[in-house]
């Protein structure tokens, strides 16, 4: 048989709005400006009905046996995948009544046998962890006591959200689970758990020390793979434990984001795999409303942010900074003046950052400030303003694409109406806003900050 590898297009009709016109290059600096016109949509009700769409899901093939006519390609509901009756009650247990888009297209590919290895990108909100969350649970032989499928996520706090879903797919299952992240189990103590969530650091330890036996590993995921597999960031850790398992193992990655070098990267870490993904440029998120405001120094964008605290506790809101340092110094401050606020980065004890992430859950506090420590992949549905107090640069100076697409993309959740406000204070961070709009061909409009009634009124009004 021909090991060509086939190239088929397919729509994705609810994964994305339809693409926004061209975005333009923004003014130059002018505190005066005007406020663009306001979005009336109303929110999606239900978080699994995703937003109408034209865009594009390329797939390609690792073979021509996944013909995209039949059965094994598609599915229109859980019904068709021939899980256990256990599965499929822990489901629609979920909510999930019917899969998304891209669960349709991936499942069948992801549960086929033989296994076959996949990379999955796809845009934030889309149904991505349930779709591999699924896999490992249908993969697992309930008579083998031993640990069977290993997924790992670039953050404590993101592994934590993983195994949250683990745990409420698999509750009429009997399947056994550990989170291995620092603190969440006993050194030298044996895990016989058939599915592990953690962090690459505590996972290749517990494998290192013999606690976890890797011989009946089948299954292996990486969430966030861009960034587990960057040789500047987890690759090296990453890479480790992939040299610790069973060469057969099913490789699942998945990503909103593939920067090309780590895509060519990719291929070679799940060789022959099923790919689906979306083109970067329709990876902006259309739900989102972008602005920016503009700042004279930064003392006066601290004073910005605190005329914005209003509109920071419509809902809930997370504000991103470059430093840690920045972090604690905006929430002490704002403390200070009688604000509620949370901060959040890689510094605080795993105890206080996991309380600060179920006080900011359960929605006790309404502002979360923070690094890039939870940029990715954290779903809190409540959250529909994100703020870029620094943009996100990369270590040359640059913007971060990437890591601006996954940091507004914490809001607008499922299609929901969500905004981001970027704050510039000079000529350079100007531009690099404009690089970022150019980028992403969508506009990023400005804030006046000389009527806080007015902008008050408009934001909500999207809010």
């Known amino acids: 048989m021909s090991k060509e590898v086939d190239n088929i297009t397919l729509k994705l009709d609810d994964l994305l709005t339809s693409k926004a016109p061209a975005a333009t290059t923004p003014p130059p600096p002018n505190p005066t400006g005007a406020l663009a016109g306001d979005n009336d949509d109303d929110d999606e ?277 470059k430093l840690r340092t920045t972090a604690d110094e905006i929430s002490k401050r704002m403390i200070d003046q009688g604000h509620a606020v949370l901060s959040l980065h890689g510094k605080m004890t795993p105890e206080e950052r996991d309380k600060v992430m179920d006080d900011f859950r359960r929605g006790e506090f309404k502002v979360l400030v923070t690094t890039n420590v939870i940029a990715r992949g954290i779903d809190i549905l409540q959250v529909t303003l994100v703020i870029n107090y620094d943009l996100p640069m990369d270590r040359a100076g640059n913007p971060d694409y990437e890591a601006y697409l996954h940091r507004i993309g914490r809001t607008g959740r499922f299609g929901r109406t969500g905004v981001s406000i970027n704050f510039v204070h000079n000529k350079e961070t100007w531009e690099k806003m404009a690089m970022i709009e150019q980028h992403f061909q969508r506009s990023i409009e400005l804030i006046p900050v000389n009527d806080w009634e007015e902008v008050e009124k408009r934001l909500k009004r999207v809010l």
């Not at 009756?85 to 992801?110: H, V």
């Not at 086929?112 to 149904?127: E, V």
């Not at 056994?176 to 330890?205: C, F, M, W």
């Open 45 to 321: 009700d239900q978080a699994d009905n995703l937003i109408q769409s034209t865009q594009i899901v390329q797939v390609k093939l690792a073979d021509q046996q996944a013909d995209p006519n039949s059965p094994l390609y598609s599915v229109k509901s859980f019904d068709d995948l021939g899980l256990t009756p256990e599965l499929l009650k822990g489901i629609y247990g979920m909510k999930f009544n019917k899969p998304s888009k891209i669960q349709e297209r991936a499942l069948p590919l992801l549960i086929q046998n033989p296994p076959r290895n996949m990379i999955g990108q796809s845009q934030s909100g889309t149904g991505k962890t349930a779709a591999f969350v699924l896999t490992m649970l249908y993969r697992v032989k309930m008579q083998v006591k031993a640990p069977q499928a290993i997924c790992l996520a670039p953050s404590r706090e993101l592994a934590r959200q993983i195994m949250d879903v683990v745990e409420q797919m698999s509750k009429f299952t009997g399947i056994t689970t550990q989170l291995v992240v620092k603190d969440s189990y006993r050194r030298n103590q044996p895990i016989h758990a058939q599915i592990i969530v953690g962090t690459p650091g505590s996972v290749t330890e517990v494998i290192r020390r013999k606690m976890v036996p890797t011989r009946d590993i089948g299954i292996f995921v990486l969430d966030e793979a861009d960034n587990m597999l960057d040789q500047d960031g987890l690759g090296d850790q990453t890479l480790r434990i992939q040299t610790m398992l069973n060469n057969d193992i099913q490789t699942v990655l998945f990503s909103a984001t593939f920067p090309d070098h780590v895509r060519r990267f990719a291929e070679k870490f799940a060789k022959n795999a099923n790919e689906i993904s979306l083109k970067r440029e329709e990876l902006s998120v259309d739900s989102i409303k972008q602005f920016y405001v503009d700042c004279d120094s930064q003392e006066h964008k601290y004073e910005v942010l605190v005329n914005l605290y209003d509109l920071l506790t419509v809902s809930q809101s997370i504000i991103f900074c």
